[in-house]
Every structure is written in structure tokens, then in C-alpha cells.
């Protein structure tokens, strides 16, 4: 039961819900949808595929950088499952994948660092909301972090 229904439905907590649903929106859009194009490799894929498919393949491997994303980007091929025909067992045996497959997807590997992305949007401009306490200004942070997009 609403106790005070005029603090309930305040002016400032409805800017602040419509701009986290245009933040979460946006950022949607912009990470989320077609998070698998282009279908070829860029920035560090080329060792970071190669790092996963020796998690998923359980191959013992000396690891240089902190794991975790490298184990979220297995996750997402071994849930997803997008290249389950492909015969992949040369990217357990390099540190670098120079050559992919005919009919490679990217889909599995990208998926939890496109949804991470997507959901970092809505918590930065929630943090910048706790912090200035003023919705406007929260909003326009997000604006920064779409614009890094390649």
C-alpha cells in the first residue's frame, strides 16, 4: 500500500524512470542488437577466441591476463553453441587465430560482452545518479559511452 502517494509519484522519480528507460534503450540498441557483426575478428579476438576454446576444451594453458572475461567469453560459446559443426580443435593449439572457418559465427563469443555492455550503460548512469543526485546530468554520462563505439 502506498503510504504517500504525492513522494510516490514525484516529478524527479519520473524523470529519472524515463530516462533509465531511454538509457537501457539506447544501449540496446546500440551493443545488443546485431552484437555478432561483422563476422570477422577485431580488436584482440583473435587471441581472446583462441584463450576461450582452450576453456571449453579444458586444455591446461599459461594464462597472462586476469581470466575472467576470457572464461565469460567461453561461457557464451558454450551455451550458445553457434559453431557446433566446425571442427575447431587448432584454436586450442595457438595463442593467436589467424584463420577462421567458412561459416564461423561470432555469436557465442560476443554474447556476454555485448550483454555486459549493454547492462553497464543503465548501471553507470545510476552510479552518476547516486553521486550528483540530479537525473539530467546521470543521463548525458551514457552518451559519452555510446559514442566510444567502433
Same mark, same amino acid.
Given at each position: 500500500m502506498?503510504q504517500? &502517494?504525492k513522494? =510516490?509519484f514525484?516529478?524527479?522519480?519520473?524523470v529519472?524512470?524515463?530516462?533509465?528507460?531511454?538509457?537501457f534503450?539506447a544501449s =540496446?540498441f *546500440?551493443?545488443?542488437v546485431?552484437?555478432?557483426y $561483422? $563476422?570477422?575478428v577485431?580488436?584482440?579476438e583473435?587471441?581472446?577466441? %583462441?584463450? %576461450?576454446?582452450k576453456y571449453?576444451?579444458?586444455v591446461?594453458?599459461?594464462? *597472462?591476463? &586476469? &581470466?575472467l572475461g576470457?572464461m565469460?567469453i567461453a561461457?557464451g560459446?558454450?551455451f550458445?553453441? $553457434?559453431?557446433k559443426?566446425l571442427? #575447431?580443435?587448432?584454436f586450442s593449439? *595457438?595463442d593467436?587465430i589467424?584463420d577462421? $572457418?567458412?561459416g564461423?559465427?561470432f555469436?557465442?563469443v560476443?554474447?556476454?560482452p555485448?550483454?555486459?555492455?549493454w547492462?553497464s %550503460?543503465?548501471?553507470?548512469?545510476?552510479?552518476?545518479y547516486?553521486?550528483?543526485?540530479? &537525473?539530467h546530468?546521470? %543521463?548525458? =554520462?551514457? #552518451?559519452f559511452?555510446?559514442?566510444?563505439?567502433p
Amino acid at each position: 500500500m502506498i503510504q504517500n &502517494p504525492k513522494k =510516490f509519484f514525484s516529478k524527479k522519480r519520473n524523470v529519472l524512470i524515463i530516462y533509465s528507460i531511454a538509457v537501457f534503450t539506447a544501449s =540496446f540498441f *546500440t551493443y545488443f542488437v546485431q552484437y555478432n557483426y $561483422p $563476422p570477422a575478428v577485431f580488436w584482440d579476438e583473435n587471441y581472446h577466441i %583462441a584463450s %576461450a576454446e582452450k576453456y571449453i576444451d579444458g586444455v591446461m594453458f599459461m594464462e *597472462t591476463h &586476469p &581470466p575472467l572475461g576470457k572464461m565469460f567469453i567461453a561461457l557464451g560459446e558454450y551455451f550458445i553453441q $553457434p559453431n557446433k559443426s566446425l571442427d #575447431l580443435h587448432k584454436f586450442s593449439e *595457438t595463442d593467436y587465430i589467424k584463420d577462421f $572457418p567458412q561459416g564461423y559465427s561470432f555469436a557465442g563469443v560476443r554474447f556476454f560482452p555485448s550483454l555486459f555492455a549493454w547492462l553497464s %550503460a543503465l548501471i553507470f548512469f545510476f552510479i552518476f545518479y547516486l553521486l550528483s543526485k540530479n &537525473p539530467h546530468l546521470s %543521463a548525458i =554520462f551514457p #552518451l559519452f559511452i555510446f559514442s566510444k563505439m567502433p
